[in-house]
């Protein structure tokens, strides 16, 4: 059964740092990554999509990497602003679509 | 028009009622997803309609039964639910369910409370 973890739980960093938040996951047999971030009580705002043939995403201050024989990716995140704070998400596809969510971590950008 | 819809934002019931969540996506997607998530926790999968077709049930309860009347369309019918089926409850979409560069898109959840 695949397993998805993420480090740190929670983050809290000042305004202008560049940050990285990391994912592993159990089980190399994904067939892509996703990156999603959500705001308390809201639904999921898709980040990222790296597929399992690609190596890294870029969108704006984002950068996701995808290493998949080892089982881990990374969301960068440059120049970090109180609007960034929120809860992020990493997902894999297995089968059929369906994704397995890890645990998440909580970021506060402070000014 | 590139979002997920659903109605309603919140939703209070009884244990012995009956409703329905609804979801709407106009992109053109072939799959359709219902996750539950508790609070502090991940995203949970209940349920997959892939060509307006069921093909994955997550061993839900049966008194969750979801509808996909048309590719655009896909409801949860809730009935004799527990205080412990309390949560946000998300639609999402996604192009197709055949592994690959499949993005799925996130509708803002149902805020479902069981009195």
């Known amino acids: 059964k695949q397993e998805v973890t993420q480090i740190p739980a929670a983050l809290s960093v000042p305004e202008g740092e560049n940050l990285v938040l990391n994912c592993s996951f159990t089980?190399?047999?994904?067939?892509?990554l996703q990156w999603f971030r959500q705001d308390p009580g809201k639904g999921l705002t898709s980040l990222l999509l790296?597929?399992?043939?690609?190596r890294e995403q870029t969108s704006g201050r984002l950068n996701a990497s995808l290493d998949k024989s080892s089982g881990r990716s990374t969301l960068y995140i440059a120049a970090s602003q109180p609007g960034d704070s929120a809860t992020y998400l990493c997902?894999?596809?297995?089968?059929?679509?369906?994704?397995?969510f890890g645990t998440g971590t909580r970021l506060q950008v402070t000014l | 028009d590139t979002e997920v819809t659903q109605t309603p934002k919140h939703l209070v019931m009884g244990m012995t009622n009956k409703k329905s969540l609804k979801c709407e996506q106009h992109m053109g997607h072939r799959a359709m997803y219902w996750y539950k998530q508790k609070a502090k926790k991940p995203p949970e999968l209940m349920f997959v309609?892939?060509?307006?077709?069921?093909?994955i049930n997550e061993s839900v309860p049966s008194r969750f039964s979801p509808e996909c009347p048309n590719s655009s369309l896909l409801n949860l019918h809730l009935h004799a639910l527990q205080p412990e089926d309390s949560a946000l409850y998300l639609c999402a979409s996604s192009l197709r369910t055949e592994t690959g560069s499949n993005e799925q898109f996130f509708g803002p959840g149902t805020r479902l409370t069981v009195l």
């Open positions: 997902a894999v596809e297995g089968t059929a679509s369906k994704l397995t």
């Open positions: 790296i597929q399992s043939s690609q």
């Open positions: 309609y892939s060509y307006e077709k069921l093909s």
């Open positions: 089980d190399s047999a994904i067939y892509n």
